[in-house]
């Protein structure tokens, strides 16, 4: 049991919220995200539920974003704010973005990270349909940012310490460790 937490049950994120993974999913896929309920590093304020979906895998491959957000955007799955599409975008620019959160965060946001997308021809013939594919992804994390400051198990805290949330669909949590939120 962790002690303080603002959830309280004894179902599992997953099967609690079974039906909105299942309409995203098809076989062989799943979603990757960040789960913010507990502190790390940035306390938050969230205004929406503490799970964030940043991507679409099967296997190793990455779903374009824009397939991503079509897949999700029906079920109540929040994604991280988009700062910028097209062209170059500075880290300047990105931390001038991030100056006020898309997410509640109370600390200076860590970072930023940009997601290199192109739309090539699927057959290399003059009037070949084109598809969209990731590239990579980068992460800058801003200078000075201490990981896992907060973390009671890291930090000397005697508890930890959990970021606050507006009520959402997905409130529920069992890691695969068994240990659970009452």
Known sequence: MFKGCPISTDSSLVYANQERFLAVLSDGARL???WLIQV???RYDLPHEP???FDLMRGGDRAPLAVLTERVKD???VQPRLLHTGGPFSIEAALD???TSGHGALDPVEGAVWRVERNEKIQ???DSERACQVDFLVKYVRP??????IRSDISGFKEPRWN??????ALTLKTSMGYHFQ
Request: hydrophobic fraction near 35%; charge should be neutral; aromatic fraction near 14%.
């Open 32 to 34: 990757c995200g960040e």
């Open 97 to 99: 973005a991030l100056a």
């Open 51 to 53: 799970f964030v979906v």
């Open 164 to 169: 606050s949330f507006v009520n959402g669909p």
């Open 124 to 126: 290399q013939c003059k």
């Open 40 to 42: 790390h590093g940035t």
């Open 144 to 149: 000075g940012k201490q990981d896992v400051s």
């Open 75 to 77: 079920y109540g799955f």
